[in-house]
């Protein structure tokens, strides 16, 4: 501001209208022209609404609620610098490489971001009451989340058994085959959504798998982790449910907090595509791809990071039919800090297609690209991934950087996986879709273009 002010001046001065100069500086100061003030109710409760009380709401897993403007002015100055930081709301995909475009983003924008500071740094105010919007139609603690968008509850249900989640102390798993009567006739799944019980559960899982044995196949028809609780596979792309007499494998990664969870029951819901109704493609959901060479043993081998220190790991995957990536989440523990996935293509043009710079192992995100973005990989290509570890005190998730770091499934060990969302393809599939994609964007570019000539 005053250097504004002064550069006013400067330029006034030079023009040698001093006395002008100086009633036009009283004038500016004594009626400054009123910035439109920033209110909760007009401007800031919509961005809340819209991208914070998901989470922030009575008996969730985060911190407080942030439905009132009670509460939201008690956490003015922590709201600023998360959201400043962009640590909050969680999203933590590197702005400055890779394809930028994701279904469900839901970071803020920069002007959203610059409304809440401008907001706490005025004294956050209330504004006119009136102006609240409505509270927005969340689900019920408890509730399907998918149930509304489908509006029907799951087609399909599955259940873990009861397991005694104790009060305090390590890391706990638990691993049940649960067999039941499975279907009839085969199905295609549209959508997953893993369901923690509520409200403690949904605090104590932190993270599982469930995988459906029947019609001889194992699939992995659910993944959940901190910030990835359903996923909706795209109009025209289902995973098959095949026939028969099933069971599913459950793999649950329990950790205490602090208070019990006895008889702590999860449970899968599936919906389907409509019956008779085969989408056009058929995905393999989220596959596990390894960048740590440890075929899943605790013992001997790549990760290895210094007290202090620091670790890079590269893993490669070749793909051995085209593939089309729909989404990718990376996995690491405390020490993980940076995570991409990159395409080595056949004539070898390499392109970062997702990097996150900013890993938090608390938040076990899917990032799903953008519809018309999602890579369509040739046969051949390799996907390379690249993890690198701080075991150093300037990590802040890091719990004692004096300690030696190897791989393990506790939480204060390492990993380094990243679960990609897959459909491969057939050669005539890819390239229709490729040309469908090429003739979307000419017929794009092509409007774009006559826009700008007008
Ligand atoms: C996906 C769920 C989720 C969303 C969306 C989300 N938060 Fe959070 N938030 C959490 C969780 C869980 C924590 C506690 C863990 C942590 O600090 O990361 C948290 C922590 C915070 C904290 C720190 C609280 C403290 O005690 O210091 C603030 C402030 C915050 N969030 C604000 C926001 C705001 C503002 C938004 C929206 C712009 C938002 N969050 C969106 C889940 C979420």
């Known amino acids: 501001m005053t250097r504004h002010i002064s550069g006013h001046r400067q330029l006034i001065y030079s023009l040698g209208a001093v006395t002008t100069a100086f009633a036009i500086l009283m004038a500016l100061q004594v009626h400054p022209v009123p910035a439109q003030e920033v209110t909760f109710a007009k401007d800031v409760a919509p961005i809340l609404y819209e991208s914070c009380v998901e989470c922030h709401r009575p008996n969730s897993f985060a911190p407080m609620s942030l439905l009132t403007y009670e509460n939201a002015r008690r956490y003015a100055s922590r709201i600023r610098s998360r959201v400043e930081s962009r640590s909050m709301p969680p999203w933590h995909v590197d702005r400055t490489v890779g394809i930028q475009a994701y279904e469900n983003d839901y970071s803020l924008t920069d002007g959203e971001i610059e409304t809440i500071v401008r907001w706490v740094d005025d004294g956050a105010p209330m504004g006119d009451k009136a102006d609240i919007p409505p509270l927005p139609d969340l689900p019920e603690g408890g509730a399907w989340q998918l149930e509304n968008s489908f509006g029907r509850p799951p087609d399909l249900i599955v259940r873990s058994t009861p397991y005694d989640v104790i009060e305090n102390g390590q890391d706990q798993w638990w691993g049940p085959t649960v067999p039941f009567a499975g279907l009839d006739e085969g199905r295609w799944i549209k ?212 300690q030696w770091v190897v791989f393990g499934r506790r939480g204060v060990d390492d990993m380094s996986h990243m679960w990609v969302g897959i459909t491969e393809l057939e050669q005539e599939e890819f390239e229709r879709l490729t040309a469908e994609r090429r003739a979307k964007l000419v017929s794009q570019q092509g409007q774009g273009g006559s826009e700008k000539n007008r």
């Open 191 to 402: 959508a997953y959504e893993f369901k923690p019980s509520w409200p403690l559960g949904l605090r104590v899982v932190h993270h599982g798998h469930a995988t459906l044995r029947a019609g001889g196949r194992n699939i992995g028809i659910a993944h959940y982790g901190v910030g990835k609780r359903y996923e909706t596979f795209p109009d025209d792309i289902g995973m098959l449910f095949p026939a028969g007499e099933a069971d599913v494998t459950w793999s649950l990664h329990y950790f205490p907090v602090g208070v019990g969870a006895p008889q702590d029951v999860v449970e899968v819901g599936l919906w389907f595509y409509p019956e008779g109704e085969k989408p056009a493609l058929e995905t393999r959901g989220e596959v596990l791809m390894r960048v740590d060479r440890m075929g899943g043993m605790p013992r001997g081998g790549d990760i290895l990071i210094p007290p202090h220190g620091q670790q890079v790991l590269q893993g490669a995957h070749v793909l051995d039919q085209p593939t089309l990536i729909n989404s990718f989440r990376p996995h690491m523990h405390m020490r993980g800090k940076e995570m991409s996935i990159e395409a080595i293509y056949p004539d070898g043009q390499r392109e970062v297609l997702g990097k996150v710079s900013d890993y938090k192992h608390i938040w076990q995100i899917s990032y799903q690209f953008a519809l018309d973005q999602k890579p369509l990989l040739p046969k051949g290509t390799v996907l390379l991934f690249t993890s690198v570890f701080d075991n150093s005190a300037a990590n802040p998730l890091n719990p004692d950087p004096e």
